[in-house]
Structure formats: structure tokens, C-alpha cells
């Protein structure tokens, strides 16, 4: 039978189990783990209304109102922060770090995203392979893969459209921060490179405001400050 958990808050591990052994874990919030939980182990969650859904996840590690709140079979996540994760259901292997971080991610492609700061990735749905460290880092990439942001509003973070292109490196304050709809395999580092880039593909930037009047070019190289 189920045994080791600790469940303290209104209706927390209160729905109906599943008669398979849910083991080692705790779960702190008001209606936090409600769900019939069947196999669920090793799940450390903190605040409300987290793993509202979880039936057989493991190993997940959730601190914050809402925080992988529809998840239910995914495994092995991360989500600290107000909303982080919060839509997931069978994803696996994310790190989400800060408020909203990874809030639309609803695919298992996304296995092993890692957005870390206030509304890093908050906009992915199913891109793959993204690593996103930075306030707004990435916060409009919807479905592109292979993306990486480091840095304040790094990659889009200036932006309200979508997101969808693949294989941009922006590293840097402002790097690449207007990207947006199919930029693809822009490189940028420094602070403000390729700052203005909206869907120009193929641009390499090195160095603090290199190429930062770029809006839509492709094949260009820029190389030292400004």
C-alpha cells in the first residue's frame, strides 16, 4: 500500500487513489496532489493547488501557487515560481526557475527545457531543446528548437509576436531582444548585438552593439563593439 507521505493543507492527497502504491512523498497547500494519485513517488511540492492533476509522475520538485499544477505523468521536473510549469502533463527532465518560467508547455518535446528567471520560456508549447537564462529570456519562443537565450530580454524579449524560429544563440543584455516569427541560426553575444533583428536568419554578431541596426538581413557578420 501507499505509505511515507505527508500531505498537510486543505484537501491535500485528498482525492481518490488508486489502489497502486503512491510512495515518499510531500506535498505542503490547500488542495495540492487532489488527484487519484496511482504510482506517484517521490514528489516534494510547496503551495497551492500544486500537481492539481498528478496520477503517476515521480521524482518532481514544485514550490509556488499553481506550479505544475496539470501535471500528470511527467517526471523528473523542476518549477519554482508562481504558474511555472503549469501547464505540462506529461513532460520530463525541466528546469523552470521564476514566475510564469515554462507556463505554456503542454508537449513532451519540451522534455528538458531549462528557463530560469521571470517569465523565462513562457510562451514555448513544444520547442525542443531550449535553455533560457535571463529576465523575458526567450519569453516569446513558442515552438522553435534548439534556442538559447542568456541574458535580460535576450532572444525576444522586447517582443509581443511569436516566436518560431530555430537554432538562435543570443547571449547579452538586449541580445537579439525583437526576434521574433522564423528568425533561424542567428548569432549573437555581446550586449544590444543584433538588438533590432526581427526575422533575419543566418547573421553572426560579436561584440557589445554589433550589427544592432539589423532588422531583417540574412548572411551578415558583424565582429567588435558597434
Known sequence: GSTNNIFIGKNSGGGTWANVASIQNVVIGNNSADAALSGANYNVGMGTNVYGALTQGDANSAFGHGSLTALTTGGSNVAVGNGAGATMTGTSNTTLIGNLAGTAINSTDA????????????????????????????????????????????????????????????????????????????????????????????????????????????????????
Open 111 to 226: 522534455n528538458g527545457t531549462i528557463a530560469i528567471g521571470y517569465e523565462a520560456g513562457a510562451s514555448i508549447t513544444s520547442g525542443q531543446e531550449a535553455v533560457l537564462v535571463g529576465y523575458l529570456a526567450g519569453h516569446k519562443l513558442t515552438t522553435g528548437d534548439s534556442d538559447t537565450a542568456i541574458g535580460y530580454k535576450a532572444l525576444g524579449g522586447d517582443q509581443t509576436g511569436a516566436l518560431t524560429g530555430n537554432s538562435n544563440t543570443a547571449v547579452g543584455r538586449h541580445a537579439m531582444s525583437k526576434a521574433f516569427d522564423s528568425a533561424t541560426k542567428n548569432t549573437s553575444m555581446g550586449n544590444q548585438s543584433l538588438e533590432s533583428l526581427t526575422n533575419g536568419s543566418f547573421n553572426t554578431a560579436f561584440g557589445a552593439y554589433a550589427g544592432d541596426d539589423l532588422t531583417t538581413g540574412a548572411y551578415n557578420t558583424y565582429l567588435g563593439y558597434n
